[in-house]
């Protein structure tokens, strides 16, 4: 299945919770900022993460946002200041 790169955020509003999303979300992406993770995704890892996501979340004051960046050869971060992050290459799988 094709992988694509996404930008996913979140905004949860109980520290248990958010705890919870934070480690979640570990096991996607990689942390660009702490509410911020750069997820590689094919198509099913896409539905797991939201599944996942959803079962934490209380959907009437929590949120979370995916953003499709597109193809993961594409590399469309621009940084200023301290850079701890770099882009997995395109053939990185995260289990």
Avoid: N, W
Wanted: proline share 5%.
């Amino acid at each position: 299945m094709k992988r694509r790169r996404y930008l996913a955020c979140y905004d949860i509003r109980d520290p248990k919770r958010l705890r919870r999303i934070h480690k979640m979300m570990k096991g996607y992406g990689y942390p660009l900022q702490y509410s911020v993770f750069v997820c590689d995704l094919d198509a099913m890892e896409r539905v797991r993460l939201r599944t996942d996501a959803s079962e934490i979340m209380h959907l009437d004051i929590d949120s979370v946002v995916i953003i499709d960046l597109g193809d993961v050869s594409l590399d469309r971060f621009e940084f200023l200041g301290s850079r701890d992050f770099r882009p997995p290459s395109p053939d990185a799988i995260i289990l």
